[in-house]
């Protein structure tokens, strides 16, 4: 019999029977890259949804553009020019398609609302996760300190180079290894303090230990494979 892929399943919300989330691996190419084979993309996706149990009628996915742009998803479909997406509705799985940036999973079990956010530097920058988080408060009346929240595998403090003008854009605590006008960035750090700044409590949130660009068996990434990388997809929904 032939294995089947490696998912990601963050513990935090094993304890909620009402709750899918997951990330899927270097096993498949979830995206219509310009490298990719459309026909084997929309074959990884049929084999990816049916181990997950859920059906492409019941997606929403965001045309994500490094912004900070959230949606309120009430239907299923594709959103326009957003890189976040939240709900109360049961029955849709939010999706977002990564290769270095962190899909970050908010869940309010008090207004039982989900968030699923796409979050690179640029995302950062833009404080996506800040107005993620006020998103679910104004849309569903969501109290952070009630939220969980849970920080995929991305680009991170180990591996992600970046060059000396993210001085302006982020905390120095974020960046790290200074020589030579580069540092690393850490992504995971800067979406944590967003969240913590939001009203997150920071025993409620959890943080991946996987980084995209050094564990190359496991993972797609951009930073590595330039072009010919592969997309993940991290899909985050209320079980009706
Ligand atoms: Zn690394």
Not at 71 to 79: D, F, H, K
Request: one cysteine or more; a positive charge; aromatic letters at 12%.
């Amino acid at each position: 019999m032939k294995k089947l892929p490696l998912l990601l399943k963050p513990e935090v919300f094993s304890n909620f029977d009402a709750i899918l989330a997951v990330m899927s691996t270097k096993d498949l190419n979830l995206n219509f890259t310009d490298n990719a084979n459309p026909e084997l993309v929309k074959e990884n996706r049929k084999i990816f949804l049916a181990q997950i149990g859920v059906s492409e009628e019941q997606l929403a996915i965001p045309k994500q553009i490094h912004s900070a742009n959230f949606c309120v998803v009430n239907s299923p479909g594709i959103y326009e020019s957003c890189d976040a997406l939240m709900t109360n509705k049961t029955g849709i799985y939010l999706v977002v398609s990564v290769a270095d940036c962190a899909p970050v999973f908010v869940f309010d079990p008090v207004k039982k609302a989900i968030a699923l956010i796409h979050c690179g530097w640029r995302g950062a920058k833009e404080k996506i996760v800040e107005k993620t988080i006020y998103g679910m408060w104004d849309s569903f009346g969501s109290n952070p300190s009630d939220m969980i929240a849970y920080i995929g595998a991305c680009a991170s403090v180990c591996c992600y180079e970046v060059d000396f003008e993210f001085e302006k854009f982020f905390n120095p605590r974020f960046l790290r290894f200074k020589r030579d006008r580069k540092y690393h960035f850490d992504l995971k750090g800067e979406i944590y303090a967003q969240l913590v700044n939001s009203g997150v409590k920071f025993w409620n949130i959890s943080v991946s230990k996987h980084c995209t660009i050094c564990e190359d068996k496991l993972f797609h990434s951009y930073r590595r494979d330039g072009d010919k990388s592969g997309r993940m997809w991290a899909v985050f929904g209320l079980n009706s």
